[in-house]
């Protein structure tokens, strides 16, 4: 067995272990220590105490979320065009909605980027990419000339993200660990015309508190839905088989040795989307992929090591693409929100972001 004998600080990064404790809860989220710790070779011990040090410090956190598509949700590309000065008081706004998720600063600090999520009847009959009839957080966002400029796009598809995080490309495990550690296949997602899940005001507190702790025990849920411990954990399983739930895990990219994020907006022939969303998914720079309606069809979510590496990425791996038509890029400066709830104290600590 394998002993902690080297700590790992916020100033040295993530070890071998500490990645494979990150994938092993990217593959399910609540998996005993105890199981973790039989696959990696090490204690149980080990396994709780890294997990313990990186959460206390903000390093990591699993997160319990709820998948629209399964919900009969739509999800948005928001983006929003400020004054420098306003930027920052419109996107926390923004972020301390519940329909939101991954609040960025992009562009200098004049621009945020966000997904926004509606239940489909709020869609209508106009165009997907209408934006006011799109998310409501666009008929409430600030009337002022503060705010110089609102694009909303429809994600229709999505490559890689969700359940999926770019740990999972990181070779941090074996394939025979991933096997072992995997939870059982989870029953595919309701096709467009069936019937969605619809979650109960218990159902709903209960994701409100996976979304703030993945791995909360089962006695804090059942105090926040009323139930049981056993009914809490037989909900959790049903949810789990039935494609609503999944866990994430949200980590310091800077420990994973990340220094620059970039968002880019690609516009692709229609006849090579499919195919050009699928090779973007596959690169281990690409958090985040998926297609969207507008006159960029395919958002992607890049992370390299530093400017150089995304200077390498976007001439060879990106530029070898051939459906790619055009390409906007927009550098990250801030993370305010992830994909869990906005944190009471303010922004949430630098983590995976799209």
């Known amino acids: 067995m394998k002993t902690d004998t080297k700590a790992v600080g916020p100033a040295t ?17 609540r998996a005993p220590f105890s199981r973790i710790a039989a696959v990696l070779g090490v204690s149980d011990q080990t396994v709780a105490r890294r997990y313990t040090r990186h ?48 609040v960025t600063l992009l562009s200098g600090g004049t621009e945020i980027g966000a997904v926004c999520r509606t239940a489909s009847s ?5 165009p997907p990419d209408d934006a006011r009839t799109g998310p409501q957080l666009l008929q409430k966002l600030p009337r002022t000339p503060s705010v110089v400029g609102i694009t909303a796009h429809c994600l229709l598809h999505k490559f890689f993200g969700g359940p999926q995080g770019l740990v999972n490309k990181s070779g941090a ?38 979304g703030r702790d993945g791995r909360a025990p089962l006695a804090e849920l059942a105090a926040a839905t009323g139930w049981s411990p056993t009914t809490v954990r037989r909900r959790l399983a049903e949810l789990r088989a039935d494609g609503v739930l999944y866990y994430d895990v949200d980590y310091d990219l800077r420990l994973f040795g990340y220094g620059v994020m970039v968002a ?25 992929a998926c297609a969207t309606t507008g006159p960029h069809n395919l958002f992607v979510s890049v992370l390299c090591e530093d400017v150089g590496a995304l200077y390498t990425y976007l001439t060879t791996r990106v ?9 906007e890029s927009a550098p990250r400066l801030r993370g305010i929100k992830g994909a869990g709830p906005f944190p009471a104290a303010g922004p949430a600590a630098a983590g995976r972001r799209r």
């Open 173 to 210: 495990l074996s394939d025979e660990q991933i096997a072992r550690l995997s939870p059982p296949p989870q029953a595919p997602l309701p096709a467009p015309a069936a019937a969605p899940v619809v979650l109960t005001d218990a159902d709903r507190r209960l994701f409100d508190a996976l």
């Open 55 to 102: 959460r206390g410090t903000g390093a990591l956190r699993v997160l319990g979320l709820a998948d629209a598509r399964a919900l009969g949700e739509a999800e948005w590309l928001v983006r929003v065009q400020c004054a420098p000065d306003a930027a920052m008081p419109v996107a926390e706004a923004m972020a301390r909605r519940s329909d939101t998720a991954w």
């Open 264 to 288: 880019l907006w690609l516009s692709v022939g229609p006849a090579e989307l499919a195919a050009t969303g699928e090779a973007l998914a596959a690169h281990p720079e690409v958090a985040f």
């Open 319 to 327: 530029a070898a693409l051939p459906g790619v038509r055009t390409m």
């Open 13 to 29: 990064g993530f070890d071998a272990l500490d990645r494979q404790l990150i994938h092993a809860l990217q593959l399910d989220g």
């Open 122 to 126: 709020e869609q209508g009959d106009a």
